[in-house]
């Protein structure tokens, strides 16, 4: 059916494990799963100096659209892996989201009322470009061997690491890694070898997905959005869900509930009719004439495993974590798990770090996963009612939105991915001053644009893979011998801490010790957003993610809360 | 003075900082009312609602602004009488 992508068939060459069969095949990190979540564990862990193996059992990508919604920090952590561009340049950027009861507007979100931003609030693409792009990625790396058609059999954990058996078409190989990533997906058969549960709720329903291509200027170039409706003319007391994504293709989702035969529905005689329906009657002119390229029916569920890592065993992704659909949760938050994670375990490995630093990823990540939970569960509660009585509140949340500005907030066709703010880690130090603004230790750095030299950027892209401190100045000429011999003395501790100089104006940089870089915030955004004074500081982790801040940073500070943000110090995590 | 109004703008709060998202509140409050209906059948369901509406009403008190509740409670019903869940 599918005509507008052509599948990349990857090279799988043979194993050179087996032509030494007799040998112990050792491998420092084996990641399992290369799907998005572990193709961006493994380019991160490439990026950052570490080798790497990425196993993968088929030779191609994803088989139709699938994760479609790529969320702002999602494209800032593709940004640092070195895609972010072509996913941006090739996707569908969107920030409005409208929502219709029958054929009445009654909820409308902007998913970025903010400026300044290098990146939209969303950008739909089908997964199987993310992937391609992750893959060619992948390939210009020397750290990272990428190995297509290595299918991963058993799993062995053992206190110092794990042995797998690995199939290929030619024969089968014993490897020996001292820490796997287990990106394997949902249905992740190395957590099923291993008897570990998934902890949650199942859903009673069905829907439909359908990749349709099709020509239409429903929405102006740059301004596409998402549209939900509930109990449409077209497609009466379910709902349906339409997204534009590359290619002009668009998809569609629809409710079919729980009695609906998932393989009957999926047949194109079944599909059509529907698909054609919602043209006619839903957009509001005429239809289209469209091709179908791929349909689906799918079921969820809302659980995750009560503990991420299992000694040497590391769960990211849809293995670790599952939820609803609605609200885009499921690869941004598997990148963002990989994010976390790849960090840590390199400076475990560099010997920066105790082994319980890793600790730390199973507790962020799984804070993370229950606000992801708990937002997909309470949007799937509204769109697919359990019981009477969740149906009539629904039906009374919807037919008061058509009145009353109060129940439009109610109406939940989904709320999108945010990054968590992991204030709960046991990573942050405490503010010991007051700090007027959104983030605080955990949460994610908010973008700004910057100036470096003659080049206008974005804050983030001076950021990620090391830790930084962001030092606030009005000039670079008003820095003081004190701030001078900090700055040197955070780039010798261990892991190193590299300063960013942020300042109101440019001005002369004799002086500055070296490897300081000078930005000026154009916009005076990064002040405003980080209730910056003259000469605070923010140290921020390797993902980016705030670890602590002063008014006025000593080394002693900035060692202790780099000492904590890498799991020396405080109580250990849960 | 202005006889007091029905508010039908968004209300929910709750002391500490604003959630980073609008509709967390609103979200939370659905959340909880869904999980005491849990495990009842209808006519029990029926009895809660009756239940809650009599101990908000009680909150309220002003019978003024009750007055405007009941009517736009009643107006949207009769405005789509086809609203009845099938």
């Keep these: ?574 | 003075m202005n006889a007091p109004q029905l508010v039908t703008t968004p209300h929910f709060h709750r002391a500490g900082p604003a959630p980073a998202q609008p509709y967390a509140h609103g979200d939370a409050f659905v959340e909880q009312l869904l999980a005491a209906h849990r495990g009842l059948d209808d006519a029990t369901s029926q009895r809660l609602n009756a239940r809650l509406v009599l101990l908000l009403a009680n909150h309220i008190g002003d019978l003024a602004v009750l007055e405007q509740a009941l009517v736009a409670a009643r107006a949207g019903l009769v405005a789509t009488p086809e609203e009845t869940t099938p």
């Design chain 1, 1 to 574: 059916m599918l005509s507008t992508y052509t599948y990349p068939r990857y090279a799988a060459p043979r194993a050179p494990e087996l032509d030494a069969p007799h040998a112990h095949h050792h491998a420092r990190v084996v990641v399992v799963g290369a799907g998005p979540v572990g193709l961006a564990a493994a380019i991160d862990l490439a990026l950052q100096g570490v080798a790497v193996t990425l196993l993968d059992e088929d030779n191609t990508v994803s088989l139709g659209s699938r994760g479609l919604c790529y969320a702002q920090r999602t494209l800032e952590v593709l940004d640092r892996l070195g895609v972010g561009d072509a996913v941006v340049a090739k996707g569908v950027t969107w920030n409005v989201g409208r929502t219709f009861h029958r054929d009445t507007e009654v909820f409308r979100f902007e998913l970025q009322p903010e400026p300044d931003h290098q990146r939209p609030g969303m950008v739909n693409l089908q997964q199987y470009w993310l992937e391609q792009f992750l893959v060619e990625r992948a390939l210009q790396l020397p750290k990272l061997s990428l190995r297509f058609r290595h299918q991963v059999t058993h799993v062995e954990p053992q206190a110092d690491g794990a042995v797998l058996q690995v199939a290929t078409p030619e024969g089968a190989f014993t490897l020996h890694a001292d820490w796997v990533i287990v990106a394997d997906g949902a249905r992740s058969p190395i957590r099923r070898q291993l008897g570990l549960e998934l902890e949650g709720q199942v859903f009673r329903d069905r829907f439909l997905i359908a990749d349709v291509v099709m020509k239409t200027d429903l929405f102006p170039p740059g301004q596409a959005e998402r549209w939900f409706w509930f109990d449409p003319p077209f497609h009466r007391g379910q709902s349906v869900l339409l997204h534009k994504e590359a290619d002009d293709v668009w998809r569609i989702d629809f409710q079919l509930g729980w009695d609906a035969d998932p393989e009957a529905e999926k047949q194109p005689e079944r599909v059509l009719p529907r698909v054609r329906a919602l043209l006619e009657q839903g957009l509001g002119r005429e239809a289209p004439a469209f091709e179908l390229e791929w349909a689906s029916v799918y079921t969820f569920q809302c659980r995750r495993m009560a503990s991420f890592r299992h000694g040497r065993l590391l769960f990211v992704g849809d293995a670790a974590h599952q939820v609803s659909p609605f609200g885009a949760r499921g690869a941004n938050s598997g990148i963002q798990d990989a994010d976390n994670l790849v960090w840590k375990l390199k400076a475990v490995l560099a010997g920066h770090a105790p082994e319980r630093l890793l600790d730390s990823y199973s507790a962020e990540r799984g804070a993370a996963a229950d606000e992801n939970i708990r937002a997909s569960t309470r949007s799937t509660d509204f769109i697919t009612p359990k019981s009477p009585a969740s149906q009539v509140l629904r039906d009374a949340v919807l037919s008061l939105a058509r009145e009353h500005v109060f129940a439009r907030g109610l109406v939940n066709s989904g709320r999108l991915s945010v990054p968590t703010h992991l204030a709960d880690s046991p990573l942050n130090s405490p503010d010991h001053e007051a700090w007027d603004c959104a983030v605080a230790p955990g949460s994610p750095l908010p973008d700004a644009p910057v100036r470096h030299g003659a080049d206008d950027g974005w804050l983030l892209r001076h950021t990620g893979g090391d830790f930084v401190l962001l030092l606030f100045e009005p000039t670079p000429a008003s820095l003081g011998p004190a701030q001078r011999r900090l700055i040197e003395a955070l780039s010798a501790l261990t892991p190193p801490v590299r300063t960013l100089l942020l300042c109101e104006r440019d001005g002369p940089t004799e002086g500055l010790p070296p490897g300081t870089r000078v930005l000026i915030d154009t916009r005076h955004r990064a002040t405003l957003r980080l209730d910056a004074s003259p000469g605070s500081a923010v140290l921020l982790r390797p993902d980016q993610h705030l670890a602590a801040r002063w008014r006025v940073p000593t080394l002693n500070a900035v060692q202790a809360a780099l000492a904590r943000a890498c799991g020396h110090t405080g109580a250990p995590a849960a």
